[in-house]
Structure formats: structure tokens, C-alpha cells
């Protein structure tokens, strides 16, 4: 097995993995997600064009009752793939406000849109009657471009291939750049850019090889010159796909990087969440579970679920307020080692005002606290994961020493 051999099929793989990774979000996710059903439906396109293009599967599927059929399959589903690829396109950026000027990339995504399904129905539809008619396929083939190069019915054939392919690419290339130059969000600037390179490749990959067919037809080159053409062609559309799939995926990856420290976060806040929700039941949505099942409760998203979190810990907190003293606040500070206000002094405070919640205390009016001033969710999280580790440290008993300590100050004060 070659080199090349061994990446087409690492492509190969590379692509079904994003199409499998992707399935899910495309076919069950919220209505964001089903917008990218399309883009997902040119993953799976591609990952099975590149399959048939491996050598064991190609040379399995050309050697079959209808020679060349892994040629036919591939672009069979090539096309579909580049059909998703621009009904994904005309779904991002062919939508805008009624009022104002058009802009300009809106105005082409529609006319892709005019132009896209009608051109893939006759791109099959030609395809199909050239294959069956004009290419020599009295003899399989291996590398399809080099073997018939010089052969005017397959260079017919793949200069219609290659039309559409290259026109898609252009398009393609041509809206991601303009969206690559208007965002201003790194990993957004950076898949976007990724891809667009792709597409440019792509441009350059259907023009080389439609330039090469066409003078093959004149000047019929040495077999060794067109196979070693054809490698290095197909080296550079390996690359492509490489670009085209990790760029796709940086943003999921990014948002899914997301999901993964939310759900961190909620397993640190789990345990100073449970408690505080056990104490007061009437607070959550539902009654707090165990970690595992709120782990696994895939009906809300992470970030929302962490969001009434922090909300539910706070709530409570305002409540606790109402079972303890003010003095209970310079307890917590003092026992934190600390003359300001931080995590461990937060921890401290609130396990003593649960312990006393749960020895009786009559609730009254709300005791003094500093409050913390997130300037959004993440900063807030992250400050009640701080809290909620100090928390776990602390044990039962030096809660309850220092809420005594606040009636001990208390009569201190008052002598």
C-alpha cells in the first residue's frame, strides 16, 4: 500500500467521523442545529465519495458487472454532497431583514439558490448518459483520470464533473472568505479560514485536471507522466478534505468543548447544590437527584441546567439569610483567616446558616451579607465552583463552632 493509499483512507475516516459526530445534532437538535442538517448531509456525501475512492473499495467496485462503477458512485455522491454543501450555504446567508439594501453576498446566495438544484439535477442526468455511452470502460480501471487520459469521452465526462465541482468550489470559497473577513470571533475566523482555503484548493484541483484532460486529448503524455499527475492532484484534494473537515469543525468542537466544562462545573457544584436544594425542596424544578441523573438529564442543556443552578444556590442563600444572625458574617470571615470576603468565608457561612436551619431556628429578618458582582454567567460559575470546593473541606463541626462563635461575639459585644 502506498502513501497515498494509506491517507485516502485516513481521509475517509476522518470525514465518517465528523458525519457520525454531527448526525446527531443535525437530525435531533434545536432549530439552530437542523439548519446545519444540510452541511451535515454534505459530510455523509463526501465520506462515501472518499470511501469509493480507497483503493480496495475502488478497485472491488470497478472490477464488478458495470465497469468503472466506483467512478459513477463517486460522483453520483460528490454531487449530492456539493448540492447539501449549497442549500447549507443559502440557509446561512441568504436570509435578511425585508427593510434596507440587500447586501451582496445575500443577493448570490439567493441566486445559488435559483440555480443550485436545477444544476445538480442535470449534472446527474448528463453524467449518467456520458458514462454509459461515450467512456471507454472496456477495460477497468485504477486511477480513472490517468488511465483514459488522451480519451476524449472521459475527458467529456469529467469536464462536466469538474464544471459543477469547480463552480461549487468558487462559491463556496467565495461566501466563506466574505464571512471569514466579518467575524470577529477567533475560532469562527479561524474554521471559516480553514475551509475557505479548502475551496481554493478545490478551484485549483477541477482546473489542473480539466486543463490536463483537454491537452492529453491534443497530446496524448507518457503513461508515467499522467500517473504521476494524477498523484499529485490527488494528494492536493486529500489536503483539501483534511482543511474542509477540521475547519468544519472547530466551532462544534468548540461549543462541545463548552458543554464538556459545564457539565465539569456542574459536578463540582453538585454537592453544595444537593445540600442546600435538600434544605429547601420546594426551590428546584424537580427534586434534586444524584449526580449520575443530573448528569444524564439531556432534556435541557448544560448551560441552561447550570444557569438555574446558580440561580437555585443563590435563592437559597437569600433564604438562609433569614436563620442567622448579622454577626454570622465576621464569623465566617474569621474562620476563613480572611478580613474580606472570599470563597472559603462564603463556604463557611453557608454551612453554619445550614446547620442552624436545621437545629430550629426561627426565621427573621435577612442578616447582612456581601454580595458578589459577576459581570456574567461564566464569572459567576466559576466564583460558586470556588465556593463549592472550599465547601466540601469544611467539616460538619467547624460549621457549627463557628455559628456558636457568633453568639459568644454577640455577648462580647454587648458587655
Not at 477495460?139 to 476524449?152: E, K, N
Not at 466579518?182 to 479560514?193: E, F, P
Request: charged letters at 20%; hydrophobic letters at 50%; one cysteine or more.
Amino acid at each position: 500500500m502506498t502513501p497515498l493509499d494509506l491517507a485516502g483512507y485516513l481521509i475517509a475516516a476522518l470525514m465518517t467521523a465528523v458525519a457520525l459526530w454531527r448526525m446527531p445534532a443535525a437530525l435531533w437538535g434545536d432549530e439552530e442545529d437542523k439548519r446545519r442538517r444540510a452541511l451535515w448531509g454534505c459530510y455523509a456525501g463526501f465520506a462515501v465519495a472518499l470511501w469509493t475512492k480507497t483503493k480496495f473499495v475502488r478497485i472491488t467496485l470497478n472490477d464488478s458487472e458495470v465497469t468503472d462503477l466506483a467512478v459513477l458512485i463517486k460522483h453520483y455522491t460528490a454531487t449530492i454532497a456539493i448540492l447539501a454543501i449549497l442549500s447549507y450555504i443559502v440557509a446561512i446567508y441568504g436570509h435578511f431583514p425585508d427593510e434596507g439594501a440587500i447586501p451582496r453576498h445575500v443577493r448570490f446566495a439567493r441566486t445559488v439558490q435559483r440555480v443550485a438544484a436545477k444544476a445538480s439535477v442535470a449534472t446527474l442526468i448528463l453524467l449518467t448518459v456520458l458514462f454509459f455511452t461515450v467512456v471507454d470502460r472496456s477495460v477497468p480501471s485504477d486511477r480513472f483520470v490517468s488511465d483514459h487520459a488522451g480519451q476524449w469521452g472521459a475527458t467529456l465526462y469529467m469536464s462536466v464533473f469538474y464544471l459543477y465541482l469547480g463552480a461549487s468550489s468558487a462559491v463556496c470559497a467565495y461566501q466563506w472568505a466574505l464571512a471569514t473577513g466579518n467575524t470577529r470571533v477567533r475560532h469562527l475566523r479561524l474554521g471559516l479560514g480553514m475551509m475557505t482555503f479548502a475551496m481554493f484548493i478545490g478551484v485549483a484541483y477541477t482546473l489542473s485536471r480539466t486543463l490536463f484532460l483537454w491537452v492529453s486529448v491534443v497530446d496524448r503524455p507518457s503513461k508515467s507522466f499522467a500517473r504521476h499527475f494524477d498523484e499529485i492532484t490527488e494528494a492536493s484534494q486529500i489536503v483539501l478534505f483534511a482543511f474542509f473537515a477540521l475547519g468544519a469543525s472547530i466551532p462544534a468542537f468548540t461549543k462541545g468543548w463548552r458543554r464538556v466544562r459545564l457539565w465539569r462545573a456542574q459536578a463540582r457544584l453538585h454537592p453544595l447544590w444537593y445540600e442546600l436544594m435538600t434544605a429547601f425542596p420546594d426551590q428546584p424544578f424537580e427534586p434534586p437527584a444524584p449526580l449520575l441523573r443530573e448528569l444524564t438529564r439531556f432534556d435541557t442543556p448544560a448551560d441552561l441546567r447550570i444557569d438555574r443552578w446558580a440561580a437555585d444556590i443563590a435563592d437559597a442563600v437569600e433564604k438562609l439569610r433569614h436563620y442567622v444572625p448579622d454577626e454570622l458574617l465576621g464569623a465566617a470571615k474569621r474562620a476563613a483567616g480572611s478580613e474580606a470576603a472570599g470563597p472559603l468565608a462564603d463556604a463557611h457561612w453557608i454551612k453554619a446558616a445550614l446547620a442552624a436551619k436545621a437545629d430550629g431556628a426561627v426565621a427573621g429578618r435577612a442578616a447582612v451579607i456581601e454580595a458578589q458582582h459577576a459581570t456574567d454567567q461564566d464569572g459567576e460559575v466559576a466564583w460558586l465552583v470556588r465556593v463549592a470546593a472550599a465547601y466540601k473541606t469544611i467539616p460538619e463541626g467547624r460549621a457549627r463552632e463557628v455559628l456558636a462563635s457568633t453568639q459568644s461575639h454577640t455577648q462580647e459585644t454587648s458587655a
